[in-house]
């Protein structure tokens, strides 16, 4: 589920323009000096149940395509 | 005190969970195992396959479109856990007309990794006004 909500997120963002402080932001190559594309990248983390007193996390991503934002 | 084990049957349950419930879990517990990974897989290559396909129609010109999904796909694959996105995964793009960014046109990205058995696809339509 954590990783629908981050890559949920990501698409959201990625329409809205509406980023977070913790997004980053990854440049797209292209050939096109006009076409300025980024990768939005969102990242979730969450905590698995304790079984036998260890803690274990979860990291998961979300990307989505954003154009003209430099 | 003479103690009969043939006919005693006290701890018969957990001889007969084990014989009989082990050999049934393991399995289940691969495939329950191996669905997850397939699964896991399908989902990121179709982020990525819709993804890289928005890339694909916002570009000007073919030669823009195709060098800009290839770059989605292989660093977008890492960004989501693929650690060879350009090896392993398959891209196939196909376009209803040609050129592929034409009026109306409908592009198809299909992104598949065939050690796994994976295969996805995402279609997108190139604007009226390209």
Partial sequence: MEKVATQDRASKQA???????????????????????DLVVTTGKSE?????GQNRKVEVR???????QR | ???????DQR???SVEFVLLAIPLF???????????????????????????VRA???????????????????????ILGFENSD??????????????ISPDSRVVITLSIPARKVRVSAIEYVTPWA
């Fill in chain 1, 62 to 68: 979300g990307i989505a395509i954003i154009e003209n």
């Fill in chain 2, 1 to 7: 005190m003479k103690i009969n084990l043939w006919h």
């Fill in chain 2, 56 to 78: 694909f129609v916002n570009s000007a010109n073919d030669e823009t479109a195709f060098e800009v999904a290839r770059s989605v796909v292989s660093e977008g694959g890492q």
């Fill in chain 2, 26 to 52: 393991i399995p289940l517990f691969l495939y329950m195992n191996a669905f997850s990974e397939v699964s896991d897989d399908q989902e990121r290559l179709r982020t990525l396959a819709r993804e890289s």
């Fill in chain 1, 15 to 37: 329409l809205s323009g509406d980023f977070g402080e913790s997004e980053l932001f990854l440049p797209i190559y292209s050939p096109d000096p006009n076409q300025n594309l």
């Fill in chain 1, 48 to 52: 698995l149940p304790t079984i036998f």
């Fill in chain 2, 87 to 100: 090896s392993e995964i398959q891209t196939d793009i196909s376009c209803s007309t040609r050129p592929c």
């Fill in chain 2, 11 to 13: 701890g018969s349950a």
